[in-house]
């Protein structure tokens, strides 16, 4: 994650406006965007192999944890929305 922002800092503004301390934000939200879409992608790729595995006796533990991170992903999506309205 560090070098992707440092990496992206200076490719993505071609003439940074210097004297708004907000200009940064679209590249770090842009950024953030990329991990946030992993993250949602990684989620479906754990269901998907449960169930292309299902067996008769479902591993119900293993559903819930599945459940427990896709409701913290969802909680965090919802946050970070919050927090781009507010610098708008």
């Not at 754990?46 to 533990?61: G, L």
Request: glycine share 2%; charged share 15%.
């Amino acid at each position: 994650m560090k070098v992707s922002f440092q990496s992206a800092l200076p490719s993505s503004i071609d003439n940074p406006d210097l004297t708004d301390p907000y200009s940064v934000f679209g590249i770090v939200i842009y950024e953030l965007l990329s991990l946030y879409n992993d993250s949602v992608w990684s989620l479906r790729n754990h269901i998907c192999s449960v169930e292309a595995t299902w067996p008769q006796d479902p591993n119900y533990p293993l559903l819930h944890e599945i459940a427990r991170h896709a409701i913290h992903v969802s909680e965090t999506l919802s946050v970070a929305l919050e927090s781009i309205n507010a610098l708008q």
